[in-house]
């Protein structure tokens, strides 16, 4: 459901970005995140957790170990602290996967009713260009059936979902305007792609805000992973 609400708002919003690999997800949810506390409210990213699961251990997951994945990133949005919650990826996602990848369905009954506690949910394009990691996408073959999967997914259960396009700033504007908001004017864009910068400490040239290149979620995250203390 899309509420459609911005100024006054007291409560929590949970906003959920899903999608195929390489749609530029965790930039989405990134820039999202920028803009919405910019203008004053309290928000919180969730990082997907099998992204996460993926680099400490150095190795995609096994059938048995999906569902672990999926609480933890349900568990993740649970926790967070009141305001907005912007998740970069849902239990949906590992559903969808496991079924795609083990024939396993019986995550979807409880990605399913994680998924119904969020106010908005937003699917990513395919309308980037697909940019391997290393690790854990597979390749751009997979991208049009698990964009199937997660739409068809939404539509049997009910669920309303808003499909993201375009390329940078355009793709950042339309992710506001289909969750009611305003769009950024030059001057908050300007600013927001300088405290970006300001996050990657200038260890790699800012470009996704020009191209939303799908392989920004490996360059910021991973900057942002290597910080943290063993």
């Known amino acids: 459901m899309n509420h459609g609400m911005y100024h ?10 899903l999608g195929a690999e390489s749609t530029g997800k965790s930039w989405l949810a990134q820039a999202l995140s920028s803009v919405i506390q910019m203008r004053g409210h309290a928000v919180c990213t969730v990082d997907e957790v099998l992204r996460n699961w993926c680099e400490r251990e150095g190795r995609t997951p096994q059938p048995h170990e999906q569902m672990g994945i999926a609480i933890a990133q349900a568990r ?5 602290p009141a305001g907005w919650v912007i998740a970069d990826t849902t239990p949906i996602m ?3 996967y496991s ?10 009954p409880m990605a399913l009713e994680h998924q119904a506690l969020y106010d ?4 990513t394009g395919l309308d980037l260009p ?16 698990v964009d199937t999967l997660v739409r068809q997914t939404l539509e049997r259960a009910g669920i309303s979902y808003r499909v993201v396009y ?14 009611g908001l305003p769009g950024e004017d030059p001057a908050a864009r300007a ?4 405290s970006q910068f300001a996050i990657n400490q200038g260890r790699t040239v800012w470009q996704c805000n020009e191209c939303s290149d799908p392989d920004c979620e490996h360059k910021l995250f991973s900057g942002l992973l290597a910080k943290r203390p063993g």
């Open 99 to 108: 079924h795609m990848l083990f024939e396993d369905d019986s995550l979807y």
């Open 120 to 123: 908005n949910t937003l699917v």
């Open 8 to 17: 006054g708002i007291n409560r929590t919003q949970r906003i959920a970005i």
């Open 76 to 80: 993740a949005v649970s926790q967070a």
């Open 166 to 179: 375009g390329q940078g700033h355009q793709r950042l504007n339309n992710a506001l305007l289909a969750l």
């Open 94 to 96: 590992t559903a969808v």
């Open 191 to 194: 600013l927001r792609e300088q």
């Open 130 to 145: 697909w940019v391997a990691d290393g690790l854990q996408r597979d390749g751009p073959h997979v991208r049009g059936p």
